[in-house]
């Protein structure tokens, strides 16, 4: 009997812990971008316990059995968590970018997931108690895994910092200046080719973009400072163009002459730093990389959002984040797609909402503010259409295009909302407003060029809709549109 309890107590740990295999490596490997703080691993230490406990259970109840009945229930006990246990390995291999070109191949695709399955199939049904014995054998083999995992979430624990919230109350400007307001909505993956059409206009189905596009500056041709948003956006934040961007558990380090040196978006010729000089109030919301850490000391309000980490859109604790945080991080590819959509659909749901009503708050009225939202639409997963949170069955999958399409079309309902807060606020008259992208929709369809980009600017005041058509670099007329909207030089 001791030996039954000591054996459950042990797999049943085992199994909890390698389900959540795909969160240990990526915090080994990937913690920038799950912005992970020690509630993060609270929450993961409550879900272990309850998971182990329910594992145990199951465990201690069929361990002995050599019944068809029970080899099926320690079979379906050990699904979840060894498929997330090969989940997070097929990050870890070094040829993880070939593994998944070829598992987009309709035949290996299928044939694949089909073989393991008929191969299990036949052993449960042709030799249900050899079958049994090796479930257990194979448990009790990788259970080791397990120590690992937790080992590696300890350490999260001891390293965890990242800050994702912060709000200073407004204070007087650094120096006298008259600005007008400015609000910059980045929608990640924006692309010019599907927002304008064959005639060099906004299209019209995208009824909003078209409204704000005939009273505002059309930038015709406007180069992104790369093709990826791990590059694209520093480039904006610092207003110079980044060559190449990495990200380790430091933080940002950027190549400089071969070389891996801290990147920096708060140095003097910076976009918050200038915006700070101009006598502005900085707020900044955005997902992906970790805003309120890499921006702290030239903020006056932050909102920072994990792509991955849905704890990063929520205030409550709960011991389901980690769960789904870990189901996020499975690859996309069918079998494993099939889990990872849902949380990864409400997730997107969840960051789109709250950067909305960040980009929502009203403006303060005794000092111009500056306020730059980086939104994760249209990106996928493609959850949304023109009438709203509607998610397909193949969130995920990005050709043919339908999917961005329809997320492209929610976009412009979520400009006109955003617009219309502040037409109702009576602040859009005398208010700069900026639309643009950090590049193009990366996965073919219309796409020509991701690196041209959408770039609309609504000055205070204007009513007539103009073109520029000579070429301008983003990350150079993002800080330039900021300086315009201030009366006195910058």
């Not at 002995?64 to 229930?73: D, F, N, V, W």
């Not at 694949?112 to 083999?141: D, E, H, K, N, S």
Request: hydrophobic share 50%.
């Amino acid at each position: 009997m001791t030996r039954r309890v000591v054996v459950s107590l042990w797999l049943g740990f085992a199994l909890a812990a390698i389900f959540f295999y795909p969160l240990a490596v990526a915090l080994d490997a990937d913690s920038y971008y799950l912005q992970w703080q020690r509630r993060d691993t609270a929450e993961t230490a409550v879900a272990l316990v309850g998971l182990a406990a329910v594992y145990a259970a199951v465990v201690f109840v069929v361990w002995r059995r050599q019944t068809r009945a029970a080899a099926l229930a320690l079979a379906c006990a050990a699904v979840f968590p060894v498929a997330s246990l090969l989940a997070g390995v097929a990050r870890q291999l070094p040829y993880n970018d070939e593994l998944r070109v070829a598992w987009e191949g309709r035949l290996v695709r299928l044939s694949v997931p089909a073989v393991v399955v008929a191969v299990l199939v036949l052993g449960f049904t042709r030799y249900p108690q050899a079958f049994g014995r090796w479930v257990r054998r194979g448990l009790i083999l990788v259970s080791p895994v397990s120590l690992v995992v937790v080992s590696t979430l300890v350490t999260s624990a001891s390293r965890a910092s990242s800050v994702r919230e912060f709000e200073h109350p407004s204070a007087g400007a650094d120096a006298p200046a008259s600005c007008a307001p400015v609000v910059a909505l980045l929608f990640d993956e924006l692309s010019y080719a599907y927002l304008y059409g064959d005639d060099g206009n906004v299209r019209s189905d995208l009824r909003e973009f078209a409204r704000f596009s005939a009273v505002a500056t059309n930038y015709r041709s406007v180069v992104a400072p790369a093709k990826e948003t791990l590059i694209a956006v520093p480039s904006l934040l610092a207003a110079r163009r980044v060559q190449d961007i990495r990200a380790d558990n430091a933080g940002l380090m950027e190549v400089v002459n071969g070389r891996l040196t801290p990147f920096s978006a708060v140095a003097a010729d910076g976009l918050f730093p200038t915006a700070r000089r101009l006598g502005f109030r900085t707020e900044m919301a955005g997902y992906y990389l970790a805003y309120c850490d890499l921006l702290d000391t030239v903020l006056d309000a932050c909102r920072s959002l994990s792509f991955y980490n849905v704890s990063s859109a929520r205030a409550e604790f709960s011991p389901l984040d980690p769960v789904l945080t870990t189901l996020v991080l499975w690859p996309r590819q069918f079998p494993f797609g099939l889990l990872k959509i849902p949380p990864f659909a409400v997730h997107q749901r969840d960051l789109v909402e709250t950067l909305a009503s960040f980009a929502k708050r009203p403006l303060p009225p005794d000092r111009p503010v500056f306020r730059l939202v980086h939104f994760s639409v249209p990106h996928l997963p493609f959850v949304f259409d023109a009438g709203g949170y509607d998610p397909p069955f193949d969130s995920l999958r990005t050709s043919p295009d339908a999917g961005y399409v329809n997320q492209v079309r929610y976009v412009d309902r979520l400009f006109g909302e955003l617009l219309g807060e502040l037409r109702r606020t009576g602040g859009f008259e005398d208010t700069t407003v900026v639309v643009f992208a950090d590049h193009g929709f990366r996965f073919g369809g219309r796409e020509r060029d991701p690196l041209h980009v959408p770039f609309i600017v609504k000055a205070a005041g204007q009513r007539d809709g103009v073109d520029v058509m000579a070429p301008r670099a983003g990350e150079d007329l993002l800080k330039q549109v900021l300086q315009q909207a201030c009366r006195s030089p910058g």
